[in-house]
């Protein structure tokens, strides 16, 4: 039956009420104390915060809540044409679910299933609701109740409000369920290819109603055994019980052409492709947060390193040199434990011209026995899809901005750069935790830089935008990490008032003799500079590329020139120096 777990108390009449005069003399409630007792337990169990009514099913009369009939604008607590009164409130394209689901249940089957529909309140507007089931049988009386509990998905973040799929917060939430079944089971991610451009060259409007569309495509292709989730941005999840490797490689294949067939969005027919990631799951005794960030590595790989074909975890890990699972596990257990071990290094930033110190920015060190120190490039792109980057990445700012606070006594011009990951960014409460840091801190808020990395290509620009004019509002510089590495960052960068770019090192590396870096470089700057942005190229690693790197007049300069990733005492060193 429905696990406790998931339900809190519903909040209706006690069963003192129920048990009442005007009750009895309805003839709907019988004087058997124990099977009301029963009814109400039922209810506490099933309920959340949510709307009921019950079914008697001899007498086919239903009860309606105080609740149900406030929210619904049901008249009487008791109606004998229930069936009417439910179709009235249902979506018409979602009653045969209801027509088909109820009876199943009057007659006690499927009683441990969901059934979703949407029901419109008593003003007339439409919400997603899952309705839950128990019965409950008066023994001595032949008596038989049926337990219909309507629970309003939109009120909680478990419904995402463009697609009408389960949301992120749902999807976390039945990883723990299947875990704690102990059956075979398969989790799958994929990912919209090049949805950014998508947003670019048609607008957000257009690619929310791709986006629509595409998850109506999904809902067709769910059964009793799998279900549909909207992660963020442009990805879905995908459970699918009892599922083993051949069943989830057909799948991923039939959706992967009929997505390539099109979408159709306003007389356009939108092919789209994808990447893919999955794990195959026997029998698992960890949390749901670290089995999704495997499915996410996987999900990562694809996109990155395999053109966008299925990569499956339980495969990638036996073949990737990169992968040390022991490794991932401790640092994932570290961060859970208040990002114990971690700690933050600074690399300076001069100024072109002169190579004096203006800033630094804060990278992220991990150091733990037996392991010693861990550089970032080992667990920094696993952690970009687990969700414990949020955490970890508040820490590093947090971090940075205790230590670096005093350098302004001796360095007033003193910048500190931090890198934001599209875990923080996507997240509303980061806006309000960036300004407690701060004023936590003391540390001036036109001192700090957020570096954007490409990682953040994911969220649509809209909200982007929206999240770089709010910090800038408070005198916070936003720049855009590794520009050029990737058409999303140009996007942003179009889209979005940022501060800097930060040319990655890629493009500096053998500047000297390669003429297309040397054009590229000089149009970055100069496109930079005529829109009033700074510029700051990454991976000046002598004093002849240095000399070289001063013709195309940007604003600083970073590298192992001046130094090398150190720690804050070093810095105020350099500093004082």
């Not at 000046?540 to 001063?550: P, S």
């Amino acid at each position: 039956m429905l696990k406790e777990k998931h339900f809190q108390l519903l909040i209706i009449s006690p069963p003192r009420r129920i048990r009442g005069i005007k009750m009895r003399e309805q003839g709907f409630w019988h004087e058997n104390e124990s099977y009301i007792d029963s009814i109400m337990n039922t209810v506490n169990m099933l309920a959340d915060d949510t709307y009921i009514y019950i079914l008697h099913l001899k007498q086919n009369r239903a009860w309606f809540s105080e609740t149900a009939r406030a929210y619904f604008g049901i008249e009487d607590t008791y109606i004998s044409d229930h069936y009417e009164i439910m179709r009235g409130l249902i979506h018409p394209d979602d009653f045969w679910e209801y027509e088909e689901g109820i009876p199943q249940r009057v007659r006690g089957k499927d009683l441990d299933r969901e059934l979703c529909v949407r029901m419109k309140d008593a003003s007339g507007e439409y919400h997603m609701f899952s309705i839950h089931t128990d019965i409950v049988t008066d023994e001595k009386n032949a008596e038989e109740y049926l337990i219909i509990l309507l629970h309003n998905e939109n009120v909680l973040p478990r419904i995402d409000a463009l697609t009408d799929l389960y949301s992120q917060a749902r999807f976390a939430s039945d990883l723990e369920t299947e875990i704690d079944k102990k059956e075979p089971f398969a989790v799958l991610m994929i990912k919209l290819e090049r949805f950014n451009n998508l947003n670019i060259i048609y607008g957000n409007e257009f690619t929310s109603q791709i986006l629509k569309e595409t998850a109506l495509q999904f809902i067709f292709m769910m059964d009793e055994n799998s279900a549909v989730y909207r992660l963020d941005g442009p990805k879905f999840g995908f459970i699918f019980k009892g599922c083993g490797r051949k069943e989830l490689v057909s799948f991923e294949r039939t959706l992967r052409e009929k997505l390539a067939k099109g979408i159709h969005v306003n007389n356009k027919q939108i092919a789209l492709k994808i990447c893919a990631g999955a794990i195959l799951i026997e029998q698992y005794d960890g949390k749901a947060d670290s089995l999704s960030s495997k499915a996410a590595y996987a999900l990562g790989h694809s996109e990155t390193e395999h053109q966008g074909k299925l990569i499956i975890f339980n495969d990638e890990v036996c073949t990737s040199k990169n992968v040390d699972l022991e490794l991932m596990k401790v640092i994932h257990q570290s961060v859970r434990e208040g990002c114990k071990g971690f700690y933050v290094e600074y690399q300076p930033i001069v100024v072109s011209d002169t190579g004096r110190i203006i800033g630094a920015e804060a990278l992220v060190r991990w150091r733990r026995e037996p392991y010693g120190t861990v550089p970032p490039g080992r667990f920094i792109e696993w952690m970009e899809t687990d969700p414990g980057m949020y955490d970890l990445g508040n820490y590093v700012l947090q971090t940075a901005l205790q230590e670096t606070a005093g350098l302004l006594t001796v360095l007033p011009e003193f910048v500190l750069n931090v890198n934001v990951s599209a875990r923080q960014m996507e997240r509303e409460e980061f806006r309000a935790k960036v300004l407690h840091i701060l004023e936590q801190t003391e540390f001036p808020a036109n001192h700090l830089c957020l570096e954007l990395t490409e990682r953040c290509k994911d969220m649509p620009l809209e909200m982007i935008k929206r999240e770089v004019e709010f910090f800038q509002s408070y005198g916070i510089r936003m720049a855009m990490d590794d520009y050029g590495t990737g058409s999303a960052s140009s996007g942003i960068v179009l889209y979005a008032p940022m501060d800097e770019i930060k040319l990655d090192m890629s493009f500096i590396r053998g500047i000297t003799e390669d003429t297309k870096k040397q054009a590229m470089v000089k149009s970055i700057v100069e496109f930079a500079n005529s829109c009033g942005m700074s510029t700051c190229l990454e991976g000046v690693e002598t004093e002849e590329l240095q000399n070289y790197l001063r013709i195309y007049q940007a604003t600083w300069f970073q590298g192992y020139y001046y130094s090398k990733p150190i720690e804050i005492e070093k810095l105020w060193e350099l500093v004082q120096a």
